[in-house]
């Protein structure tokens, strides 16, 4: 069973900027580069939901409450997938988790507050 290893969350002030990190310490490339990527968040007492994804094409897609602010990447080489936030806001605030199907990461936290 592959591992996926999340880091970059944190505190941050409205505006601020995190830079998210997963790496697929422990899934061969072979497996890693065919598939499409995803950034996911739950917030307190909402379900799940989809923030980005990226194909193995570099092709993206994105929430809507997103769309501008964020930026999903990917870097095959070292199996691993980013997510770049700007202009966060307090309703961004949320446990961010990356998937790499059919495998999840542990979440990282970010909160968005003055």
């Known amino acids: 069973q592959a591992r996926l290893v999340e880091s970059g969350g944190g505190l941050v002030q409205p505006g601020g900027s995190l830079r998210l990190s997963c790496a697929a310490t422990t899934m061969i490339l072979s497996t890693f580069s065919p598939k499409s990527l995803g950034w996911y968040r739950q917030a307190p007492g909402k379900e799940r939901e989809l923030v980005a994804q990226i194909d193995p094409y570099g092709t993206t897609n994105y929430a809507d409450s997103v769309k501008g602010r964020f930026t999903i990447s990917r870097e095959n080489g070292r199996k691993r997938v980013f997510l770049k936030m700007n202009s966060l806001k307090p309703e961004d605030t949320a446990v961010y988790y990356c998937?790499?199907?059919?495998?999840w990461g542990q979440g990282t936290q970010v909160t968005v507050s003055s």
């Open positions: 998937n790499i199907p059919p495998e």
